[in-house]
């Protein structure tokens, strides 16, 4: 196995592209590393994608935000601007794992990791995130939602990398929030997550919903049902018990000793409909 | 396997050596390096034995490449204490026994150290939650919390 560290992302591609065995990108490490350990990893080259310039940045522009593939997610708590326009994003990276795991792993490693219950991709989902993606053609973006394709696998060819992920500037009236159920409070993997990011008009009522549940499906449910329940609504009582129902009927996961079935379609609505309340108080709405 | 040849700095220190691409930077501070205060608990990031800090944040070194510290700033348990002066996390967590047979103990020292970098005066619910990655089978947390909350005390005065 080899070690490269490249200082540009062309280079980073080349490596991967000529690599003639399996190739890996090295992010955090906080999956990859674990991974190494067993018994029945084989890679021939990894690429460590933290020395390219500007990879561990999060730029602000005109359109919004973008994150480098190699900033660590307790850095993401720790710029301001960012936490002030994407809460929801921000709350749900920073729950992955430990301080010593904020301090390594990436929202781009989480989301090529692909794992089904992985904390920050329902919110990024729900917050229109997409993808700048470079491979020996040049650069591409795609919406964050179709880099996942499978438990563990991912749309990305061998030799393709996430630069960076984008998150648009919300609009004035929005919100966003992201909820898990774990059985521990710290330390654990999401048995349910729930994810809304909502608009609001000068009444409160509800212009525009993304409701995506993360851990209950192979990839991440965007619940197109419980986001049009919000649609042209305040929150009452009727629009949070209709936002409840299409989240528990979109629900649709594995049974295993973490949360039966029955279980695990209950929960994602009860945080579904509590992560709407959140999304539309940081809106500005009041019930 | 070819090795690779890391210079980095280890507690002030300029360190040259040289690792397998698969060892991880506790196998190096441990091995190769002969700093034993870093503890393999689990060697999958979930105890915090081997938490060191580097370029500021604590990190779990078994999930850290030797590699990786090519350049980079990287402070161990040994680096703690001035000498024989002991840092006042250490000193606080002998005066309220905060350990027991101390195979977590260089962890949660170098993970509480960062913690009162980031946050002098920080909240018991914070300590607790910052905290949350380093296990403990022996001591119970109270006791750890208590020091880390009294050393923080006495830090800030000494800063005022
Ligand atoms: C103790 C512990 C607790 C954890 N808790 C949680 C948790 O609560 N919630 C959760 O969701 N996850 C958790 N995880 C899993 C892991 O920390 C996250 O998935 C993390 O976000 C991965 O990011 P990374 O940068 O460390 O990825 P890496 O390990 O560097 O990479 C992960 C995978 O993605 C690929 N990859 C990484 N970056 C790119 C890129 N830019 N372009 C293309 N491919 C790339 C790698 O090749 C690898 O296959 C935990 C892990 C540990 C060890
Ligand atoms: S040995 Fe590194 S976290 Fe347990
Ligand atoms: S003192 Fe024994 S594990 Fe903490």
């Known amino acids: ?287 | 396997m070819t090795s690779i040849s890391v210079s980095t700095t280890i507690n002030g220190d300029d360190v040259e050596f040289l690792c397998n691409v698969d060892e991880t930077l506790l196998d190096v501070l441990r091995n190769r390096l002969g700093l034993m205060g870093a503890k393999e608990g689990c060697g999958t990031g979930d105890c915090g034995a081997c938490s060191t800090i580097m370029d500021g944040r604590v990190v779990c070194s078994c999930l850290v490449l030797g590699a990786e510290t090519q350049g980079r700033e990287v402070e161990t348990i040994e680096g703690m204490s001035d000498g024989r002066e002991l840092h006042p996390l250490q000193v606080k967590f002998i005066e309220h026994a905060a350990l027991q047979c101390g195979i977590c103990t260089p962890g949660f020292l170098m993970a509480a150290k960062a913690l009162l970098a980031a946050h002098p005066d920080p909240s018991e619910e914070e300590i607790r939650f910052w905290l949350a990655g380093n296990l403990c089978r022996c001591t119970g947390y109270d006791k750890i919390v208590r020091a880390v909350q009294d050393a923080a005390a006495e830090m800030r005065g000494a800063n005022a």
């Not at chain 1, 690599?19 to 990108?25: E, F, Q, T």
């Not at chain 1, 964050?144 to 648009?168: F, H, M, Q, W």
């Not at chain 1, 992201?178 to 999401?190: G, H, K, N, V």
């Open chain 1, 1 to 287: 196995m080899r070690y490269e560290n490249p200082t540009t992302i062309e280079n980073a591609v080349d490596l991967l592209a000529r690599s003639d065995g399996p190739a890996y990108v090295l992010a955090g490490g906080t999956d990859l590393l674990v991974r190494m350990k067993g018994d029945d990893f084989d890679a021939e080259l990894v690429v460590d994608i933290k020395s390219i310039a500007g990879m561990d940045q999060i730029v602000e522009t005109a359109e919004g935000f973008t994150i480098g593939a190699a900033v660590p997610c307790a850095a993401l708590g720790e710029h301001g601007a960012l936490v002030a326009a994407w809460p929801g994003v921000v709350e749900a990276a920073n729950l992955i794992g430990s301080t010593q795991v904020q301090s390594r792993c990436t929202i781009s490693g989480n989301l090529c990791n692909a794992s089904p219950a992985a904390d920050s991709v329902p919110a990024m989902v729900a917050a229109n995130a997409r993808a700048r993606i470079v491979g020996p053609g040049g650069a591409r973006m795609i919406d964050v939602a179709d880099v996942p394709t499978a438990p563990g696998k991912t749309s990305l060819a061998r030799d393709e990398i996430i630069e960076a992920i984008s998150l648009p500037k919300p609009d004035a009236r929005s919100g966003d929030a992201y909820l898990r159920f774990t059985p521990r409070t710290e330390m654990d993997i999401a048995v349910v997550g729930a994810a809304v990011n909502l608009t609001l008009d000068d009444e409160g009522i509800v212009q525009t919903a993304r409701v995506v549940l993360g851990a209950v499906a192979p990839s991440v449910v965007v619940v197109d049902a419980a986001a049009a329940a919000l649609v042209g609504n305040k929150l009452n009582d009727a629009t949070l018990k209709a936002v409840e129902a299409a989240c528990t009927a979109a629900s649709n996961p594995i049974d295993d000793k973490r949360g039966t079935v029955e279980f695990r379609n209950q929960v994602a609505g009860v945080l579904g409909r509590r992560a709407a309340e959140i999304a539309y108080g940081r809106a500005g709405g009041t019930q």
